[in-house]
């Protein structure tokens, strides 16, 4: 029996599930953004080894020239994700998700726009004035703030559990520079943190689509319209 | 629904809409509903539904008007793109509203309420 058939078969899934897997179907694109992560780790892990001190200024440098040259591969894996697994195009305009948990409440999002608030107050302008490092790792912010916002609503607890926690890791690191001056240390943390979880959480959501949706190989629905 | 005292919960699950209950329609309005448009292949890898199903499924929804289905060629190959419409927008939130009273109206059932409606 061919994999498209034994799905076929499958009972269908909780609300939760299906309202999960459409509403971050782009973000669970794991391969998209797997390598660039591989690919700064092991940068931050080499900037260690041969020149430290480049890390201090070379490292945000390199991690935003990374996104760049490896947005051709992202170009590629999308379009081969979506050969595969169809797709999906985002609601335009504001409006919650229907017969969803109700995690996105006021209850909810007042406390995380204020922590995110004063994070950012933190990094911009208390970090800066206060540590030799001017570097914000907004990079470093962003994802982490993504996973932890993806935390809220996923349907399964150790879903749940890996994305707040490499979440508070991501939301924590850029705050090292509070506690160490040594900034090679703090540069190494944050973007080898940033690529450790761009690579762990991409294949981790890659694992979780093939094993939802079916492997990635099986093109023979490509054309299955009606 | 009615909030009668003497009521049981579970007689309101005859009012459920049938059309959305059924759990793979469900599962195919809850996907619309989360997302502006799907195609054909997301819906069918999403559900596990068969090709045949799912587009039966599909056909009903757009009879009593839930759905959008909007068919096209890109490069000759047929593409299907399902969109919920704005009466399925509001019916399934109706369902779920319905849903959640419900599961209200459980909560507050107890053990009395089985004597004084036996």
């Known amino acids: 029996m061919s994999s498209a058939e034994a799905r076929a078969s499958d009972p269908p899934r909780s609300p939760d599930q299906v309202w999960f897997f459409t509403q971050y179907y782009h973000q669970l694109k794991g391969l998209c953004y797997a390598p660039a992560g591989g690919l700064l780790l092991l940068g931050v892990l080499g900037g260690l080894l041969v020149r430290p001190q480049m890390l201090i200024y070379g490292a945000p440098l390199g991690a935003f020239a990374l996104l760049v040259l490896t947005s051709p591969w992202v170009w590629y894996m999308h379009r081969r994700y979506e050969s595969t697994y169809g797709r999906v195009r985002n609601r335009e305009g504001p409006g919650s998700p229907l017969g969803t948990p109700n995690v996105f409440s006021a209850w909810t999002f007042v406390p995380l726009l204020t922590g995110a608030f004063c994070w950012i107050a933190l990094i911009t302008f208390y970090i800066p004035q206060h540590t030799p490092l001017g570097d914000n790792h907004f990079l470093v912010f962003f994802p982490g703030w993504l996973l932890i916002v993806a935390s809220l609503p996923a349907p399964l607890p150790h879903l749940r559990w890996t994305y707040a926690t490499t979440g508070a890791l991501l939301f924590l690191a850029p705050l090292l520079p509070l506690i160490t001056t040594n900034m090679v240390l703090v540069q190494a943390v944050n973007y080898g943190l940033l690529g450790a979880v761009l690579l762990g959480v991409g294949l981790y959501n890659h694992r979780l689509l093939v094993s939802t949706l079916g492997p990635i190989h099986d093109t023979r629905e490509v054309s299955a319209d009606e | ?118």
């Not at chain 2, 209950?21 to 469900?26: K, S």
């Not at chain 2, 593409?79 to 459980?106: F, H, K, P």
């Open chain 2, 1 to 118: 629904m009615s909030d009668s005292d003497s009521d049981v919960p579970f007689e309101h699950l005859a009012e459920l809409d049938k059309l959305i209950h059924e759990p793979a329609r469900l599962s195919i309005l809850t996907a619309l509903s989360s997302c502006g448009q799907a195609d054909f292949t997301f819906l069918q890898r999403l559900t596990g539904l068969t090709r045949g199903n799912l587009s039966s499924h599909l056909s009903r929804l757009e009879e009593a008007s839930l759905v959008d289905v909007d068919k096209s060629f890109e490069d000759k190959t047929p593409v299907t793109t399902v969109s919920l419409s704005e009466n399925g927008r509001r019916t399934i939130a109706r369902y779920w509203d319905d849903l959640q009273a419900l599961r209200d109206e459980a909560d507050r059932w107890d053990a009395d309420d089985v004597e004084s409606t036996g």
